[in-house]
């Protein structure tokens, strides 16, 4: 357990509905990321906070994507109109920045399956 | 797109094996992590190696960094059982900001008793 905790750990809905994921973060640290990850692929970067301002958005990003992190702690990731290309593993990650290269903690990640 | 590919996709090994897995990546780096992931679950974080480091340790754990081929292996001795998971090399974006990672593909290994 790595203090990052991501909720619901699995979420199957039907194509065209919302769903939202939230991540607790690692109380002191200020970054919070979001990948998405494939099955047989590595994590793909989707967006990233630090503290509550959202500073990098992935191509990967859609208009149907939205992130947040309203007061610098836990962050939600919506998805509007779900596809079935969707589907994938949604992981959140936090890091303190301290000067050099982030080392990130991941959370469990939240298994989503459109049908 | 990934930056990383790793090589091989897929590695088994007997218990007490050494495992190789290598990593090339497309940019310059200032930094190389590895990062391991157990089934269907979360990535737990092992070792960073700089770009102005060849080779680190961490317990049976030896990274190699070589920035003029843009590549890095990580190397397990002695392996178990448990060590059986997916291991990713993890780079910085471009410019070395920002904080993201781009994960290459991934190498599942497999530890048999």
């Known amino acids: 357990d790595t203090g990052v905790s991501q909720d619901p750990r699995h979420k199957i809905t039907k194509r065209g509905q919302n769903v939202t994921f939230r991540c607790d973060p690692i109380?002191?640290?200020?970054?919070l990321y979001w990948y998405r990850q494939t099955l047989g692929q590595g994590p793909e970067f989707l967006t990233y906070f630090q503290n509550e301002a959202q500073l990098e958005k992935s191509r990967l990003l859609s208009d149907r994507f939205s992130a947040e992190r309203p007061k610098g702690s836990f962050s939600t990731l919506e998805i509007q109109r779900t596809e079935q290309g969707d589907s994938a593993m949604y992981l959140c990650?936090?890091?303190?920045?301290?000067?050099?290269?982030?080392?990130?903690?991941f959370g469990p990640g939240t298994r989503l399956t459109v049908l | 797109s990934q930056q990383g590919e790793e090589d091989p996709q897929a590695l088994s090994i007997q218990e007490g094996e050494n495992a190789t897995m290598n990593c090339s990546y497309k940019?310059?780096?200032?930094?190389l992590q590895w990062y391991r992931q157990n089934s269907g679950r979360g990535l737990v974080h092992l070792i960073l190696i700089r770009s102005n480091e060849r080779e680190k340790h961490s317990g049976r754990l030896r990274v190699t960094l070589d920035t003029s081929k843009k590549s890095s292996s990580l190397l397990i001795t002695a392996s178990r059982a448990a060590d059986t998971a997916s291991y990713f090399c993890a780079s910085p974006g471009l410019y070395n900001q920002g904080g993201k990672l781009i994960f290459g593909q991934g190498t599942e290994l497999s530890v048999k008793p």
């Open positions: 109380s002191e640290h200020n970054r």
């Open positions: 940019t310059s780096i200032n930094n």
């Open positions: 990650a936090s890091s303190q920045t301290s000067g050099g290269p982030d080392t990130q903690y």
